[in-house]
């Protein structure tokens, strides 16, 4: 196989498979009611089916070239005897020529003489070309057959009064001529007459092949049935068979009865150039027959009817062009049913659904029946139950097959889906578990974490109900959590309502900046503590707290020295230096008018100690600046400051001025010199650094301040509390100033402290 094959293969393969139910479904649904279409299965519903198409065709209009002469129960009690007497038809004979009628047809069994009057009755056949009797030509159930007039007979003027019956018992088919015992050639009564009626008129048969079996008559072509033909499978057809295409009409053919005829009311021309058939329509005969339109046994044709029928089809079609009833032959058949299998095949393997399956065969079994009809009114009989079946059988199949496929691989993918979900389950299952025991050590972990963190951590919801206080919160205060959820926290920090609901709001508000309170203890005492708070949702809040008492007492202590310090100077200084003022003023009144030069001298002194007053008070309130600022500005005071760290450290330090100096607020050099040298001291106590670069930028408009460490570094955003106190004072001096401050540190990484002040 080339390379240019192998892919071709492979694409038919495919498209093989994609239409795999289709090529099941057709020869199998196909095949099968071709082989019930052989053994004869489907033959009846198909007849029926023809049937309902005869039933529904228009109603037309009744042949007037045919009258009937009929004999009914009322006529044979006027006749007195049946059979009737040769006398009495050989009247009925001769009141009918009178008319001249083209053809009389004896629908009546005349093999024996019925005294009186049989030589009459010779005469009339004698005399009566036109005339035509019957025999029986097929034998009866008990194998007789019933000879024609002896007479008739002599002259050839007899024909078959034999009809076709269905396995129903029904006419669908007419003999035009059969074969007899002796092996003539005898036609039927209709088309005996109806081939005399067109001989009066020019039109005789034309063959048109060798053995006659084609032939034209008229604008008609006749072609004999085969044994399958049309719905029939494997019937008897000898003789010469056409399907029988009679006419609808509503109220059949004309007829007068015997008894008006012999009584001479025969109405004028009422049979001239026309067929007459004499024949039994009388219950009590039963020589009735069942026909395609006949629905019930009292509208069933008497035999008589039917010989007309097949005369009045002839006629129409040799002289009127009314279509005969022909079939496709028998491979055309099974293209036809083997196509609708097709058709039902591809809708039920392409259908979305079985509800649009069956809207689609119906709609198409519909066009197939609506079509057959059609072509029926044109003259063609085309079959309908086996392509409907194969239209109806080949949906469901292919459709049945491709949901069972589709079903077969919903159940194979469910399968696989349930074992990736068992998996899957297996795996959650497993992760679960590793989870819940990761989570229960890091829970044991937060806790012991939370237990021994040196401060007090609070947990409390949206009305301010404590849910949860650490170890340092019952060691500082004193309660416990379950102490907590019978005491009102806020009302232990303040007896006033106004400021509850102030500290309230600011519990709930979570900025996290910081609020001094003093709470009451267990045991009656009340703590100096400090207070920030964050939100975990909407309804939970946690309280970080510290106990501020060391450094409230420090600063206390502190300012309690500034104070002492202050009145000592002021005592000290500035009283004794008023003292003095106020005795050389007195003393230089005193001899200002006696003695000038002394006065002169008492102001001199009284301005060297308003001088050295101002000085000293000047002094003082330089004091209250911090120690080293005094001693010079800030860029020396920094590099003092990096001279005293270098000398006590083994870590080196350089300090780096950047830029034209120019002085600061006092109180902005002051907190940038309180951030310097918390970032200092941070990076040598806790960053373990070993180089720590400090550089002082002056710009135009604004100073740097940048302390930066080669130290162990560390996760701003998880910066532990202890530590946290320190960075959190360096933000607030930074706000005081209206400064910026930018911390930038990762672990392992050294530690980055910028801020960032304007010169105004």
């Not at 079985?354 to 057959?372: D, F, H, M, N, R």
Request: hydrophobic letters at 45%.
């Amino acid at each position: 196989m080339s390379d240019r094959t192998y892919p071709m293969w492979i694409t038919l393969k495919q498209q093989l498979w994609r239409w795999r139910g289709v090529l099941v479904t057709i020869p199998s649904i196909a095949g099968g009611l071709l082989l019930l279409r052989f053994a004869g299965t489907l033959q009846l519903m198909e007849l029926v089916a023809l049937d309902e198409m005869f039933r529904l065709r228009p109603v037309e209009a009744v042949d007037p070239r045919i009258v009937l002469v009929t004999i009914d129960e009322s006529d044979i009690q006027q006749l007195g005897q049946w059979p009737m007497s040769d006398a009495a038809l050989a009247r009925t004979i001769t009141l009918l020529k009178q008319q001249q009628p083209k053809a009389i047809g004896l629908d009546i069994f005349r093999d024996l003489p019925v005294e009186p009057g049989h030589q009459a009755l010779v005469n009339v056949f004698t005399t009566t070309p036109n005339l035509i009797g019957i025999e029986k030509v097929i034998q009866t159930a008990n194998g007789q057959v019933i000879p024609a007039p002896p007479l008739l007979k002599q002259r050839d003027q007899v024909s078959a009064s034999d009809l076709l019956l269905d396995t129903d018992g029904r006419v669908r088919r007419s003999l035009l001529y059969l074969r007899t015992q002796d092996n003539r050639s005898i036609f039927t009564l209709g088309a005996r007459l109806a081939f005399l009626y067109l001989d009066r008129q020019g039109i005789s048969r034309q063959p048109l092949n060798p053995e006659q079996t084609h032939f034209r008559l008229g604008r008609a072509v006749f072609t004999p049935l085969q044994s399958s033909y049309g719905g029939y499978v494997g019937m008897d057809a000898r003789g010469y068979q056409i399907l029988s295409n009679f006419p609808k009409v509503q109220k059949g053919f004309r007829t007068i009865s015997l008894t008006d005829v012999l009584q001479d009311r025969l109405p004028r021309d009422l049979v001239r150039d026309r067929i007459v058939f004499i024949g039994l329509t009388a219950e009590s005969v039963n020589d009735k027959f069942f026909t395609a339109y006949t629905t019930t046994s009292i509208a069933a044709p008497a035999g008589v009817e039917v010989h007309a029928l097949l005369a009045s089809q002839l006629l129409s079609a040799a002289l009127d062009g009314r279509p005969l009833l022909h079939a496709w032959s028998e491979p055309i058949a099974w293209l036809w049913i083997i196509a609708w299998s097709t058709i039902g095949a591809v809708i039920g393997w392409t259908a979305s659904s079985p509800q649009q399956t069956i809207s689609k065969v119906v709609l198409l079994g519909i066009a197939l029946t609506g079509s057959a009809y059609g072509c029926f009114l044109l003259g063609w009989w085309v079959i309908i139950i086996p392509p409907l079946l194969a239209l109806v059988g080949s949906a469901i199949t292919s459709n049945g097959y491709l949901l069972w496929g589709n079903l077969k691989e919903y159940a194979r993918t469910l399968e696989q889906k349930v074992e990736e979900r068992t998996l899957n389950l297996e795996q959650e299952i497993v992760e679960r578990t590793q989870a819940e025991a990761t989570l229960s050590q890091q829970k044991q972990l937060l806790q012991t974490i939370v237990d021994h963190i040196p401060v007090m951590i609070t947990l409390y919801d949206a009305m301010g109900r404590i849910e949860f206080v650490n170890c340092q919160f019952e060691q500082i205060l004193g309660w416990s959590t379950a102490d907590m959820q019978n005491i009102d926290l806020i009302a232990e920090c303040s007896s006033d309502s106004a400021q509850r609901q102030q500290l309230l709001d600011h519990l709930l508000a979570a900025t996290g900046t910081w609020l001094e309170l003093k709470i009451r203890t267990k045991d009656d005492r009340f703590v100096n503590t400090a207070w920030a708070n964050v939100q975990l949702d909407n309804h939970l809040f946690v309280g970080i707290g510290q106990d501020i008492s060391d450094r409230k007492r420090a600063e206390e202590a502190t300012l309690l020295d500034e104070r002492n310090r202050m009145a000592r100077e002021i005592h000290d200084v500035l009283a004794q230096a008023f003292t003095g003022i106020l005795l050389h003023v007195g003393a230089a009144l005193e001899i200002m008018v006696k003695k000038p030069a002394k006065a002169e001298a008492h102001l001199e002194t009284v301005d060297e100690l308003a001088r050295s007053g101002l000085a000293e008070a000047r002094r003082s309130v330089v004091a209250l600046r911090p120690k080293l600022l005094e001693e010079g500005d800030l860029p020396s005071v920094l590099k003092h400051l990096t001279a005293q760290m270098q000398v006590s450290n083994q870590t080196q330090l350089t300090c780096e001025i950047i830029g034209v100096t120019y002085p600061l607020a006092p109180h902005v050099e002051n907190h940038l010199l309180r951030i310097g040298q918390e970032a200092l001291t941070n990076a040598v106590k806790y960053a373990h650094a070993t180089t720590i670069h400090i550089e002082l930028v002056y710009e135009e408009t604004q100073c740097f301040l940048r302390v930066k460490d080669d130290g162990q570094g560390f996760d701003v955003s998880q910066v532990s509390l202890e530590r946290g106190f320190g960075l959190i004072g360096m933000s607030e001096r930074a706000e005081r100033i209206n400064g910026e401050l930018i911390i930038q540190s990762q672990p392992g990484q050294g530690t980055e402290v910028v801020v960032i002040v304007s010169r105004e």
